[in-house]
Each structure stands twice: as structure tokens, then as C-alpha cells.
């Protein structure tokens, strides 16, 4: 198993988030989080993450997981660091000429790569950190809404990397198109931490989230 989670809960003050959401996510596998406006979809990444702590249970990584996350709000993305300087801290050992060939594969051409990334526009932020996690070391991808902001042309040339990926993806989305397009073998609905195996029926799901 890629990622094994027991009992997860979450609470904002008196507001309870989820409780004892229990799952696991195998490797290779495309897994959606599906759940209405605030039912705790982004909060459930950002435990996964690192980022925040869960209240109560457990979760941890397989093996040489390694995981990247992909977050709306774009912390990482810093105001004082160039576009290439944002790739060469992920680059894996990449030369600059092939982390410049991946931010023109995300629309991010020519100059782009030498500006301020804190002066990017919300959607040209979401091409670099999505760049980003092309590049680097991560076998696990927990993606928050990563169609959010983009162009046609750019949404589509992610969609063609995530199809791509050899690694794990734990997915939130809206977008029925691109869920659809990703194929996902088994879907987590929130707040209540249900698993089921991913059908058309949940699309319509998917379009209310």
C-alpha cells in the first residue's frame, strides 16, 4: 500500500469536521475525494501533507513514498524567487534547458522562467507549482482542485501529464471532465469516509462538490 489511513478526525473549535475516516489507497492507483463544500476534502490533504495535524488516528506512507502536494492556496510558490529558481529547487538533477522545456509544456515561455513568481497571476502560479511537482521526486500526488484557474490549452496539458504519471494520485476535483479523463479506480466521500469503486453514477456527485 501506497498510504493507509485509520480513524481520521478533524475538529475547528466545536465544528467537526470528519471522524474516524479509515482508507487506504494502493499504488499506481487514481483516487478520488469526493464530498460537498465544506466537508473536509482539503482539510483531509492538508493532514495527508503534512501540513496540519488530525485530531485523532493515524495515517502513514508506504515505502519509499515520496509525496507531493498540490494546494489552491499556492504556499509554496514565494514572492523574491524566480520562475526557474521555483523548478531547480524540484529538478531532480534536470539541466536548466529541460526544466525550461517543462515550464513551455504548463504555457510559462521565454522570460517567464526569469520573473518574480510572487508577481504570477493566480493561474500562471497554478502552471509552476504543477510544473513543480512534475519534475520532482514525488510518487504519491495529493491534487486539490488542480484545474482551477487554468486556460484550456494548460488544463488539457496537465491532464496529459497526469495520464502520464506512473506514480499514485489522491485527487479533489470538481471538474467531471478531467475526473473522468483520470479514471479513477475508487472514490473516498466525505464527510462520512465511505469508499466505493468509481462509476459514471459518481460524476453527478463529482459536478456537486
Given at each position: ?82 520562475v526557474l529558481d521555483h523548478m531547480r529547487e524540484r529538478a531532480n538533477g534536470l539541466a536548466d534547458r529541460d526544466l525550461r522545456a517543462v515550464l513551455g509544456h504548463f504555457g510559462l515561455t521565454g522570460d517567464a522562467a526569469h520573473q518574480d ?93
Open positions: 500500500m501506497v498510504l493507509v489511513a485509520d480513524g481520521l478526525a478533524k475538529s475547528y473549535g466545536r465544528t467537526r469536521v470528519f471522524a474516524d475516516v479509515t482508507f487506504t489507497v494502493g499504488r499506481g492507483e487514481h483516487f478520488l475525494v469526493l464530498g460537498l463544500n465544506g466537508a473536509g476534502k482539503t482539510t483531509l490533504l492538508r493532514i495527508l501533507a503534512g501540513v496540519i495535524d488530525a485530531d485523532a488516528g493515524s495515517f502513514r506512507p508506504g515505502a519509499n513514498v515520496e509525496i507531493g502536494f498540490y494546494a489552491q492556496e499556492h504556499e509554496d510558490i514565494r514572492n523574491g524567487v524566480t513568481a510572487g508577481t504570477l497571476s493566480g493561474g500562471e502560479k497554478t502552471k509552476l507549482a504543477l510544473a513543480r511537482l512534475v519534475v520532482s521526486r514525488a510518487n504519491l500526488l495529493l491534487l486539490d482542485e488542480p484545474t482551477n484557474n487554468l486556460d484550456p490549452q494548460s488544463r488539457e496539458a496537465v491532464l496529459a501529464a497526469l495520464q502520464h504519471y506512473k506514480g499514485t494520485i489522491v485527487l479533489v476535483s470538481h471538474d467531471t471532465e478531467f475526473v473522468a479523463s483520470l479514471e479513477p479506480e475508487r472514490l473516498l466521500v466525505m464527510p462520512d469516509g465511505q469508499v466505493a469503486f468509481f462509476d459514471e453514477d459518481a460524476l453527478d456527485l463529482v459536478e456537486l462538490a
